[in-house]
């Protein structure tokens, strides 16, 4: 038996790319569930072929779709074909709606959702995506500082355009708003990483922002802005290697409002063992994954003000007591967060299925 895995970002399936290696794109493991969920379909004598196409693969038994894609020959490919088809919707819908367009629910025989609030009838199966790597966790242990020796607070991202800064739910302006409060503030307390900080963006919808703030023009554009110069320390290869010197991790969901949307960043800060300091999409998205007591929520604090002098009271003692809580949970690690989780889920559901369709 075969299936296919597809999707919208179609670079990761191209010529089997999500297979070839753990880290995608700008994450650390960002591919490693596509592995893992590759690995659970063997184990059940069937091969998950990753592709950008339809073509060539006509006698597949199922088709997996990692959110539904706005490629026009994709998508008629996808509608042409009669088989039992799938959907992962993962990207936030502020960012990506067409998942959550009701229409999905009569294309597709299962749709896997992690919005809690996004389960609307029987078609809908929550499955968290997410998992911590526990080996790279203890890894990172085993060589780590002592953790009163930890120092400063960091934030890792990408600078986003400020017409997405805009979009309605999205949070990307308040990463802003806490990166310009450090530097203001406290720049020697506070480092960020990540990419394009150090770009010029025009503000404004008219063409000439449209084409200057093009991504494909970034590695050309020789407008550089000084804005974030005072705490900005370029791009990062992995977290993983280089955050575990800090106290504090910053953590900031792309999108609020959204009950239940959980990404990799709480988990990442966790592995690092930094406290994470996180903005869930909403004050309660975390509650049944992670315990409120290894995490301190910014939905607690009135302003960056109130949270810094926070942040700064705490004893060595109680700090030491953050990481102690937060190497337990690692140790006892609950199933929704195991690497295996996700993918025994989502190949479970669609044998189950695809069983059910041949009888």
């Known amino acids: 038996?075969?299936?296919?895995?597809?999707?919208?970002?179609?670079?990761?399936?191209?010529?089997?790319?999500?297979?070839?290696?753990?880290?995608?794109?700008?994450?650390?493991?960002?591919?490693?569930?596509?592995?893992?969920?590759?690995?659970?379909?063997?184990?059940?004598?069937?091969?998950?072929?990753?592709?950008?196409?339809?073509?060539?693969?006509?006698?597949?038994?199922?088709?997996?779709?990692?959110?539904?894609?706005?490629?026009?020959?994709?998508?008629?490919?996808?509608?042409?074909?009669?088989?039992?088809?799938?959907?992962?919707?993962?990207?936030?819908?502020?960012?990506?709606?067409?998942?959550?367009d009701l229409k999905r629910?009569?294309?597709?025989?299962?749709?896997?959702?992690?919005?809690?609030?996004?389960?609307?009838?029987?078609t809908y199966l929550y499955a968290f995506p997410f998992f911590l790597d526990k080996a790279?966790?203890?890894?990172?242990?085993?060589?780590?500082?002592?953790?009163e020796l930890k120092t400063k607070k960091v934030f890792v991202g990408t600078q986003k355009k400020p017409q997405e800064k805009i979009i309605n739910h999205s949070n990307y302006s308040l990463r802003d708003e806490l990166i310009h409060w450090y530097v203001k503030n406290m720049p020697s307390d506070f480092d960020l990483y990540g990419g394009k900080w150090d770009r010029l963006y025009l503000n404004g919808h008219g063409i000439l922002s449209k084409i200057f703030n093009y991504h494909k023009v970034d590695k050309f554009s020789l407008f550089r802005t000084d804005e974030y110069k005072a705490v900005y320390k370029g791009r990062l290869d992995?977290?993983?290697?280089?955050?575990?010197?800090?106290?504090?991790?910053?953590?900031?969901?792309?999108?609020?409002?959204?009950?239940?949307?959980?990404?990799?960043?709480?988990?990442?800060?966790?592995?690092?063992?930094?406290?994470?300091?996180?903005?869930?999409?909403?004050?309660?998205?975390?509650?049944?994954?992670?315990?409120e007591d290894i995490y301190i929520n910014m939905y607690n604090f009135k302003n960056y003000e109130e949270m810094n002098a926070y942040l700064d009271s705490l004893s060595k003692n109680q700090y030491c007591e953050f990481i102690e809580r937060i190497d337990r949970f690692i140790d006892n690690l609950p199933n929704i967060l195991s690497e295996d989780h996700w993918a025994n889920l989502v190949a479970d559901n669609v044998m189950e299925k695809i069983k059910n369709r041949n009888l």
Not at 136 to 147: S, W
């Open 1 to 100: 038996m075969n299936i296919l895995i597809t999707g919208h970002y179609k670079h990761i399936f191209h010529d089997g790319n999500c297979f070839k290696q753990k880290k995608g794109t700008f994450l650390d493991n960002n591919f490693y569930k596509f592995i893992k969920l590759r690995d659970a379909f063997a184990l059940r004598g069937v091969e998950l072929i990753a592709s950008d196409t339809l073509s060539g693969h006509e006698n597949i038994d199922g088709l997996i779709v990692n959110d539904h894609p706005r490629d026009v020959d994709l998508i008629k490919s996808i509608h042409e074909y009669s088989g039992p088809k799938f959907l992962i919707a993962e990207e936030a819908p502020f960012i990506y709606p067409d998942n959550y």
């Open 105 to 122: 629910s009569l294309e597709y025989d299962l749709i896997f959702t992690y919005l809690k609030e996004g389960v609307r009838n029987s």
């Open 136 to 147: 790279e966790a203890l890894r990172i242990r085993a060589r780590d500082i002592a953790p």
């Open 238 to 291: 992995s977290k993983y290697g280089a955050l575990n010197k800090y106290k504090y991790q910053f953590c900031f969901e792309n999108s609020i409002g959204y009950e239940g949307f959980v990404t990799e960043k709480v988990i990442d800060a966790l592995i690092c063992r930094n406290v994470p300091v996180y903005y869930p999409s909403t004050p309660t998205s975390l509650s049944g994954i992670i315990p």
